[in-house]
């Protein structure tokens, strides 16, 4: 659309499987889904390069073994159960 930056965009914000079904929802003539307790989020913003985008997750957790803040990753290793920090 006109609307949208065009050209390729890299994105190095949080974002995950969770947030299609909210995005579609938005990109598709804004509809909204008010009738669903879902844990997504839309990052239409993101996709389509708008300035100042950021993710509307503060955390990203993925089961119980990892986390992800901003450029921050922690995981707990599933044997050893000993914590591990990247960036």
Do not use: C, M
């Not at 914000?13 to 299609?20: L, M, R, S």
């Not at 913003?45 to 955390?59: E, M, Q, W, Y």
């Amino acid at each position: 659309p006109a609307w949208a930056n065009s050209g390729q965009h890299d994105l190095r914000e949080v974002a995950g499987t969770i947030d299609i079904l909210p995005t579609l929802a938005t990109l598709s003539a804004g509809a909204s889904l008010p009738e669903l307790e879902i844990d997504g989020k839309s990052i239409a913003p993101l996709l389509l390069g708008f300035d100042n985008a950021t993710s509307p997750h503060a955390a990203y957790f993925y089961r119980d073994e990892a986390v992800r803040v901003g450029p921050w990753k922690g995981r707990i290793h599933p044997k050893s159960k000993e914590f591990e920090l990247y960036n």
